[in-house]
């Protein structure tokens, strides 16, 4: 769980976020990418489902969506909780959409 802000800066919300720096890439800070419970019909290409068979330890409170599009750099520090680790197999997943979301050729 952690404190990530509204893009307009005008609060925030404690949220879950998935890790997905690298363990080499600062040693105080981390980039997440949101997660959240409300599971739209039809995802897009930077969401991506992440099920309790997804969690290496398979448990999840429900069905929820990683919001690849949604990235926050924040202190280690700031991190309230840790409630889990996806496995290999779905982060290679959330890993692919990043660089979709960063090699696109759509305007943006």
């Given at each position: ?15 879950p976020a998935l ?39 398979e448990e999840l ?48």
């Amino acid at each position: 769980m952690v404190a990530f802000p509204f893009t307009d800066l005008t609060g925030r919300k404690r949220r879950p976020a998935l890790v997905v720096s690298p363990e080499n890439f600062h040693e105080e800070d981390m980039i997440l990418c949101a997660i959240t419970s409300r599971v739209p019909e039809r995802l897009s290409e930077l969401e991506v489902l992440l099920a309790p068979s997804d969690m290496v330890e398979e448990e999840l409170p429900r069905k929820s969506v990683v919001k690849v599009g949604k990235l926050f750099t924040t202190h280690r520090s700031l991190i309230a909780a840790r409630f889990g680790a996806v496995n290999e197999e779905k982060l290679v997943e959330v890993l692919g959409r990043l660089q979709v979301l960063f090699a696109g050729n759509e305007a943006r």
